[in-house]
Structures are given as C-alpha cells and as structure tokens.
C-alpha cells in the first residue's frame, strides 16, 4: 500500500470552491478561510453560520445546485453534498489539474484533510489516512494540551530571530550554536525573550 504525500499548501487568492452548504461544508470551509483562499459555496441550503460568513464578505455563496461550470477556474473542489451521486458527478467534471476531494470517497480523492493544531507559524497536522478522523480529533486534542498558546508567541520570536541571525551572524559556528540555544525550554519559558537573548549573544561573542 502506498502512503500518502503530506505537502502544506499555499491557497492565499486561490480559487476553491466548495459544493454543498451542510455541516461538513461548513468545517472545510472554516479551516480555508484562514488561508486566505477565495471561498465559493454552491448549494441551494447553507447552514447558519455559512449564511452569516457570506454576509459579511468572507466568502461567496451562490444558492444553487451544482452544474458543471461551478468549477470553472477552481484550483481546488470540495465536492461535499450528502448525495454520493452528485459527489461523483462533480468529481468526473473537474479537469486533470484541479485537486479535488469527495468527502464520502477517500479513496476516489486527489487528497484529505488532517486534523490541525495551529499556534501561529506552528502547523501540527495529524493524519490516519481515513483509518480513524475521531483518532486524529483526540491526537490532535492531546496535542493542544502539549503545545499550548504560549508556542504563538514563540515562534514568531523564533521567525524574527533566526532572520536576524542569517542575516546578521556571518561566523558559521556562531550561526549554529544561535540557532540551536534559541531552541530550548529556557527560551521557551522566559518572560522576556529579547533579553534573554542579547545575554546568551554578548557571552557567545566575548
Ligand atoms: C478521509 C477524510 C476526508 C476529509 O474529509 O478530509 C474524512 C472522511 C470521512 N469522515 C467521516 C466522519 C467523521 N469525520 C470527522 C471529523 C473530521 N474528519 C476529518 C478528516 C477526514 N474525514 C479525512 C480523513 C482524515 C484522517 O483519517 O485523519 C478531520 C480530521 C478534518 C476536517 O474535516 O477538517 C475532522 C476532525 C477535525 C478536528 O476536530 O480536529 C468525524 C468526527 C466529528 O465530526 O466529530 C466523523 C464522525 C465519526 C467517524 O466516522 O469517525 C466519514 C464518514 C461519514 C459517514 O458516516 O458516512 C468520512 C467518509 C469515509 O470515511 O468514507
Ligand atoms: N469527510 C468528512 O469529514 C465527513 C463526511 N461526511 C459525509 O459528508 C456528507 C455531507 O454531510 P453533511 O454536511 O452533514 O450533510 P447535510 O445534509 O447537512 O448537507 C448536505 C448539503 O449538500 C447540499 N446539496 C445537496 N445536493 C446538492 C447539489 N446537487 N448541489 C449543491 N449542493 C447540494 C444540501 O443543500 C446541503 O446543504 C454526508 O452525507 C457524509 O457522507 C460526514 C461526516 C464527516
């Protein structure tokens, strides 16, 4: 058996479009929303809270059923209505290059979603290959106690600072020892990481 190829996709002004307005819509279209992507939902019903995103902007919604021009310009297809028929049909409609996905056919799908801990630029994606989603929804709940929000903070200390370090520190040995010790519990913990790091820099130089 092959095993899946796990990628972090850039959707930020792409076209993705999303048939179907129920529950399960709803969370797909949630988790694209903070990417950035264009949403549009085409479904006849939308739930309440689909209704209020296309209200306010943050997505289109189109009141229609799915007809075969819908996915014309789509970068990616969330083929994601309760008729397993239709679902098909939508996916035999897309062309080679669009990523599409069935939400009741795994197998017949370009890709999944995992389930997500998001701390900013910290992505923790969990997978089961479609073997158990409520699996990944614990693991990913576990997982939330263990990287918890202090990690948001963190990382973009640790964005900020390592740019600065390529861009600053020219000595190679320097380079690593900064990049690694920036790493740490100690770094992680500290109620005041910039000082913390001036102190750790002037005794590495010296
Ligand atoms: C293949 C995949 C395709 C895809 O949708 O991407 C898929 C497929 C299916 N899911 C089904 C059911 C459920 N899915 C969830 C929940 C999630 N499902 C997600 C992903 C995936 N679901 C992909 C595989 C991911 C993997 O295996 O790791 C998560 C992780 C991400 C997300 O949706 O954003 C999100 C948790 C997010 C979170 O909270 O962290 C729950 C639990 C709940 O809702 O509380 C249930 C009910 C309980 C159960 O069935 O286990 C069914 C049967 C439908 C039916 O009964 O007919 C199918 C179709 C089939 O299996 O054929
Ligand atoms: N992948 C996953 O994570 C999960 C997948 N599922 C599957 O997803 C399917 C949908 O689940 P829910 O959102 O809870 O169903 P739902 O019944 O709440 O919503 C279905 C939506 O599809 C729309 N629809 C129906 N025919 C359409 C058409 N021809 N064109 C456009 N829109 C159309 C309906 O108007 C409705 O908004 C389920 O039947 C199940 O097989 C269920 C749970 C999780």
Not at 52 to 75: H, I
Not at 96 to 119: A, E, I, N, T, Y
Not at 133 to 154: H, M, N, S, V
Not at 166 to 183: C, F, H, N, Q
Request: aromatic content about 8%.
């Amino acid at each position: 058996m092959s095993s899946n190829y796990p990628i972090m996709l850039r959707l930020e002004g792409k076209k993705v479009v999303v048939i179907g307005g129920g529950k399960v819509a709803e969370r797909k279209v949630s988790g694209l929303l903070v990417s950035g992507a264009k949403v549009v939902v085409i479904s006849p019903e939308a739930t309440e809270e689909l209704q209020r995103l296309s209200k306010s902007g943050k997505m289109e919604w189109m009141q229609q059923s799915f007809c075969v021009d819908d996915l014309k310009g789509a970068f990616m297809v969330f083929a994601a209505t309760n008729d397993k028929t239709v679902n098909q049909l939508i996916k035999d409609s897309t062309e080679p290059h669009q990523l599409v996905m069935m939400v009741d056919d795994p197998d017949g799908s370009d890709f999944h979603l995992p389930s997500v801990v998001q701390r900013g630029h910290l992505s923790i994606a969990v997978s089961t290959g479609g073997a158990s989603p409520t699996l990944a929804k614990k693991i990913r709940a576990q997982l939330e106690l263990g990287f918890d929000e202090k990690y948001e903070d963190y990382l973009e200390f640790l964005f900020e600072k390592r740019k600065w370090i390529i861009s600053e520190v020219a000595d190679p040995a320097l380079k690593r020892k900064l990049l690694t010790a920036i790493v740490s519990d100690e770094f992680l913990h500290s109620h005041d990481r910039e000082r913390d790091f001036q102190l750790l820099y002037k005794e590495l130089i010296f």
